[in-house]
Every structure is written in structure tokens, then in C-alpha cells.
């Protein structure tokens, strides 16, 4: 064998081992960086053959977790397109519906908008047709009932005003006597606020079942006033 012959085998055998060292290295930082932890032991030794340092193996296993993370990110590319597109094909879908239902809207928007201004004219016309029967009902008994009743209205309407403002003075009273009431230290002007109080409280109850009262025949002549209005109109 020749001596050049002999440093070739050596350089090969030099080159085999340090491949094998890189490559033990390797599966250790693939191990480490997937969870499964080698024996101390064996990776002391591991790391001696690679001339690699603890901070060495950290920053790889660093390297090879970033470039796992960008794999499955690059792998999951194709389902991101894909959900991009059903989302892209809905929402092309809406828009289309969109388009259409606009285009109905407008389409039947106007020719409605024309039967409403329609239907709003003839109920202006029969308004004012309804309410010239009652106006020119020439009836005298109908005219003179109609006038007694409005009369009678109108005197209940300025009837209940004055009780509400009898009713508001009463009620205001009673608050002021119970307030009084709770601040008298003596025992019989306490008790005589108190007597106050409720008598002032019985007048307000009082007015306020004479409005009611008045509430229910002011309902009752409306109804008749309308009544007498369909009469009229019927004359």
C-alpha cells in the first residue's frame, strides 16, 4: 500500500466519523427539541465528540422548534387557502343576494310608495266628508242635543281642572304636615300635625274620586257625541 494510499483511508475514516457525530448531534437536538430527553450521560459525550457547547444545543434546539413551527405553518398553507376561498365564495354569494334584493326594493319601492300616497289621499277625503256631514247636519233635534252635550263636556273639563288644582293644594299640604310631623319634638303638636295630615289627606281623596267620577260621565257623553255624530251623518 502506498503512503498516499494509507492518508486517503484515514481522511475517509476521519470524514465517516465526523459525519456520524453531526449526525448523532442532530438526533440529539431533534429529541430534545420534540420532548423526548436522551440520557445526560450520552449527550455529555455526544457534545464532547461535536465540539459543541451546552449553549451550543440550546440555540439549536431553538433554531429546529422555530423551523418545526414554520413547517406546520407552510403545511397548513393549503388549508388556509382553501377556507380563504369558501369564505371569498360566501361572501360573493351575499353580495349577489344584496345586489338582488336591492334591486326588488327598488323595484316595488315605488309603485307601493304611489298606492300609499293614493290610500292617504282618499282617507283625507273621506275625512273631511265624514266630518262636513256632522258640520252641515241642518237636524235641529241632533244639533240641539249635540250642543248640550259639548256644553256638558266643557263643564266637566273646567270642573276637573279646578279639583286637580284643589286635589295638588291638599296633597301638597299633607306632605308639608308629615314632614312637620316628623320634626316636632313635643308629643301633642306631633299628634296634631298628624290629625292635619290625614285631614288634609281625606280632602285630596276626597276631589280625586269627584275627578274620577267626572272622568267616567266625560267618557260616557263621548261616546254619546258620537253617536249623535252618526246620526248626523246618517240625516
Given at each position: 500500500?502506498?503512503?498516499?494510499?494509507?492518508?486517503?483511508?484515514?481522511?475517509?475514516?476521519?470524514?465517516?466519523?465526523?459525519?456520524?457525530?453531526?449526525?448523532?448531534?442532530?438526533?440529539v437536538v431533534a429529541a430534545v427539541s420534540i420532548g423526548t430527553e436522551p440520557e445526560p450521560e450520552e449527550?455529555?459525550?455526544?457534545?464532547?465528540?461535536?465540539?459543541?457547547?451546552?449553549?451550543?444545543?440550546?440555540?439549536?434546539?431553538?433554531?429546529?422548534?422555530?423551523?418545526?413551527?414554520?413547517?406546520?405553518?407552510?403545511?397548513?398553507?393549503?388549508?388556509?387557502?382553501?377556507?380563504?376561498?369558501?369564505?371569498?365564495?360566501?361572501?360573493?354569494?351575499?353580495?349577489?343576494?344584496?345586489?338582488?334584493?336591492?334591486?326588488?326594493?327598488?323595484?316595488?319601492?315605488?309603485?307601493?310608495?304611489?298606492?300609499?300616497?293614493?290610500?292617504?289621499?282618499?282617507?283625507?277625503?273621506?275625512?273631511?266628508?265624514?266630518?262636513?256631514?256632522?258640520?252641515?247636519?241642518?237636524?235641529?233635534?241632533?244639533?240641539?242635543?249635540?250642543?248640550?252635550?259639548?256644553?256638558?263636556?266643557?263643564?266637566?273639563?273646567?270642573?276637573?281642572?279646578?279639583?286637580?288644582?284643589?286635589?295638588?293644594?291638599?296633597?301638597?299640604?299633607?306632605?308639608?304636615?308629615?314632614?312637620?310631623?316628623?320634626?316636632?319634638?313635643?308629643?301633642?303638636?306631633r299628634e296634631h300635625r298628624r290629625e292635619k295630615l290625614t285631614s288634609h289627606s281625606k280632602q285630596a281623596?276626597?276631589?280625586?274620586?269627584?275627578?274620577?267620577?267626572?272622568?267616567?260621565?266625560?267618557?260616557?257623553?263621548?261616546?254619546?257625541?258620537?253617536?249623535?255624530?252618526?246620526?248626523?251623518?246618517?240625516?
Amino acid at each position: 500500500m502506498s503512503v498516499s494510499s494509507f492518508f486517503d483511508k484515514i481522511t475517509g475514516l476521519q470524514r465517516k466519523r465526523e459525519r456520524q457525530q453531526v449526525e448523532q448531534y442532530s438526533d440529539v437536538v431533534a429529541a430534545v427539541s420534540i420532548g423526548t430527553e436522551p440520557e445526560p450521560e450520552e449527550v455529555d459525550r455526544i457534545l464532547a465528540r461535536a465540539n459543541k457547547s451546552v449553549d451550543d444545543l440550546k440555540a439549536d434546539v431553538q433554531r429546529y422548534r422555530n423551523r418545526m413551527a414554520m413547517r406546520a405553518l407552510a403545511e397548513a398553507l393549503p388549508r388556509y387557502q382553501q377556507e380563504r376561498d369558501e369564505i371569498k365564495r360566501k361572501l360573493d354569494q351575499l353580495d349577489r343576494d344584496f345586489e338582488e334584493a336591492e334591486r326588488l326594493y327598488e323595484e316595488q319601492r315605488f309603485p307601493l310608495e304611489s298606492q300609499l300616497g293614493e290610500a292617504n289621499e282618499a282617507i283625507r277625503t273621506a275625512t273631511n266628508a265624514r266630518e262636513e256631514l256632522v258640520t252641515t247636519c241642518e237636524d235641529p233635534s241632533l244639533l240641539a242635543e249635540m250642543e248640550r252635550i259639548e256644553s256638558e263636556i266643557e263643564r266637566l273639563g273646567e270642573s276637573n281642572r279646578d279639583l286637580l288644582s284643589q286635589a295638588a293644594y291638599f296633597e301638597d299640604k299633607a306632605d308639608t304636615e308629615a314632614m312637620l310631623a316628623e320634626r316636632e319634638v313635643n308629643t301633642g303638636d306631633r299628634e296634631h300635625r298628624r290629625e292635619k295630615l290625614t285631614s288634609h289627606s281625606k280632602q285630596a281623596e276626597s276631589l280625586r274620586r269627584r275627578i274620577a267620577a267626572n272622568e267616567k260621565s266625560r267618557a260616557d257623553l263621548l261616546r254619546k257625541r258620537e253617536q249623535v255624530e252618526q246620526r248626523m251623518r246618517e240625516a
